[in-house]
């Protein structure tokens, strides 16, 4: 077993969901040694088919859909309404514009992603220039039509875990996950807190990290950790013994003053066979 995916845990009886995924990762090994991407994205499915099997989610074809699936099992659902491809724009305006006033937006999603979706803002505009908007996109893949979840008063975070919680970090900002942590990295001011013995150790990056924005992120993050850091735990440990992973990290919001916490996305160790370039037919 390659490095890359290693267990850094010596358990005695492993779990029947270990085992099955060591054993897919075996798997998964076998098929990149022979530069055969796609048989190991393949694999990555039939034990993402096997998990949902399991815990009684519905089987879907699409890795980010099963990904969105875990989440509202462990953290709950969210609104949110997924377009199989074929999706017309009739189908897209008619959810979309449920939404009065709300800021909506539309992610892309290939067989072959895990992360980095393509995702983009809808118009809210007039009906003519939202139709017109959408044309411009083809239909050929699995769409997601929502709600943003950001806002000014509310901070995006990512969460990163260990199966018992010794390896905690946090990441946070304000604005929409998407932007902060992957098109506009460095362009934003981030609060970071890291698991100690001694507790969470804080620091700011980013853009002018000491002014009033720095203050206010840290501030939602503090809020954040004190609130529901220990939720978060009891629910990444169920997660990673009911699936037979190690850790994990997941993306949401949280809004002080509401004291409102979404989780929204979630990475999983197999993704980067889903972000291969080149993968073999």
């Not at 076998?30 to 034990?47: H, I, K, P, V, Y």
């Not at 989440?71 to 724009?89: D, H, L, N, Q």
């Not at 979840?149 to 946090?170: A, L, N």
Request: charged share 25%.
């Amino acid at each position: 077993m390659s490095s890359r995916w290693r267990s850094r845990y010596l358990i005695p009886q492993p779990s029947a969901a270990e085992l099955l995924f060591k054993s897919t990762v075996a798997q998964i090994d076998a098929n990149l040694a022979r530069g055969d991407t796609r048989s190991a994205q393949c694999a990555a499915l039939e034990w993402a088919d096997a998990v949902s099997d399991r815990l009684s989610l519905e089987r879907v074809c699409v890795w980010k859909y099963f990904k969105r699936n875990l989440v509202e099992r462990w953290f709950g659902g969210v609104e949110r309404k997924r377009f199989a491809p074929g999706w017309t724009i009739d189908d897209i305006v008619g959810y979309a514009d449920q939404f009065c006033g709300t800021q909506m937006r539309m992610s892309f999603f290939t067989q072959d992603i895990a992360c980095h979706a393509e995702s983009v803002r809808l118009p809210m505009r007039a009906l003519t220039e939202r139709r017109k908007f959408i044309e411009q996109f083809e239909n050929s893949c699995a769409i997601e039509v929502f709600p943003e979840s950001s806002g000014p008063h509310t901070i995006c975070f990512r969460r990163f875990t260990s199966e018992f919680g010794e390896d905690v970090f946090y990441e946070a900002a304000y604005g929409q996950a998407m932007k902060v942590f992957e098109t506009e990295q460095g362009r934003h001011v981030i609060a970071c807190a890291v698991k100690t013995t001694k507790g969470y150790h804080y620091t700011l990056s980013g853009r002018r990290p000491r002014g009033a924005e720095g203050s206010a992120v840290l501030a939602n993050l503090l809020a954040l950790i004190r609130r529901h850091d220990l939720t978060f735990d009891l629910r990444a440990f169920s997660l990673c013994r009911m699936v037979g992973i190690e850790h994990f990290s997941i993306e949401g919001y949280f809004t002080k003053h509401l004291d409102r916490v979404v989780v929204v996305d979630i990475d999983l160790p197999l993704d980067g066979v889903f972000m291969r370039i080149g993968a073999s037919r």
